[in-house]
């Protein structure tokens, strides 16, 4: 038979997972968690030390206990880059530049980004990892003159929208992002490190530099396991 403070923390924990806890929340107090559970302290106590072993909580003195989901918290349509994102989130961002191409647009990519497509366009492929484990498997059309003259290296462990600042002078302005969840083609889960038909997110990305041009076109699979998805708006937005 199971100890009784390992099934109270297997309790607890999938109650945190199930619900509206998001990485850092709160949680009960040491009380709160003894008269839900109808147990001892000792018990609640030993619940919780075995959570933050396998860090899952973590506790601060004088505070209280707070949730640790390892997920990464992002707003659709965020311009946060994706090492600002996972540092602020106590996480180790790097980033591995997979390919980059100089080629010809595609129609659609020529409707996009206009006249300045017809010089060709640049197709970056990068693997996000947070804490050394794959997150992130990001492909970019880019469209702006002198990119065709980069090279793979220059995007390792970069952040592309501060690259883009920097050696162009492009301030990424506006974001449109679709989001779908799909479940994970062989090929997409042996890059990410998943089981194939696991259920990931695919986002579609549109960005617009400070003068309203298309700059890139992304399409990026993300691991549901390590991100979750929010969007706020007011009751207007929605109807009533």
Same mark, same amino acid.
């Given at each position: 038979? @199971?100890?009784?403070?390992? #099934? ?5 924990? +999938?109650?945190?997972?199930? *619900? !509206? ?10 009380? %709160? ?30 505070? *209280? ?7 990464? *918290?992002? /707003?659709? $349509?965020?311009? &946060? ?17 997979? !390919?980059?191409?100089? /080629? &010809?647009? !595609? ?9 300045? @497509?017809?010089?060709? &366009? ?16 990001? #492909? ?5 003159? *002198? ?5 793979? $290296?220059?995007? +390792? ?17 506006? &974001?449109?992002?679709?989001? %779908?969840?799909?479940? @994970? ?9 998943? %089981? ?15 003068? %309203? ?18 969007? #706020?708006?007011?009751? +207007?937005?929605?109807?009533?």
């Amino acid at each position: 038979m @199971a100890l009784l403070y390992r #099934t109270i923390a297997n309790r607890l924990l +999938e109650e945190l997972q199930a *619900g !509206s806890w998001r990485d850092g929340a709160l949680i009960p107090s040491e009380a %709160e968690l003894q008269e839900s559970y109808r147990i001892s302290r000792s018990t609640v106590r030993r619940a919780l030390a075995l959570l933050e072993k396998d860090g899952h909580v973590e506790r601060r003195q004088g505070l *209280g206990s707070f949730y640790r989901s390892h997920k990464i *918290g992002k /707003r659709i $349509s965020s311009r &946060v880059d994706f090492h600002s994102e996972g540092r602020t989130h106590g996480q180790q961002p790097s980033t591995r530049a997979l !390919s980059f191409t100089a /080629r &010809v647009p !595609s129609l659609s990519e020529m409707a996009v980004f206009g006249p300045e @497509a017809r010089n060709g &366009v640049v197709e970056l492929r990068r693997l996000r990892l947070l804490n050394g484990h794959s997150t992130v498997f990001q #492909t970019s059309v880019l469209c702006h003159v *002198g990119m065709q003259d980069m090279k793979r $290296s220059d995007f +390792e462990d970069n952040s592309l929208y501060e690259l883009l600042r920097s050696r162009f002078g492009v301030i990424v302005s506006t &974001v449109s992002e679709t989001l %779908e969840a799909i479940n @994970a083609s062989p090929e997409i889960s042996r890059i990410i490190g998943i %089981e194939p038909g696991v259920a990931i997110f695919n986002t579609h990305r549109i960005v617009q530099d400070q003068n %309203e041009r298309v700059v890139e076109l992304s399409n990026n699979y993300v691991r549901a396991d390590r991100y979750y998805f929010s969007f #706020t708006g007011s009751v +207007e937005e929605f109807g009533r």
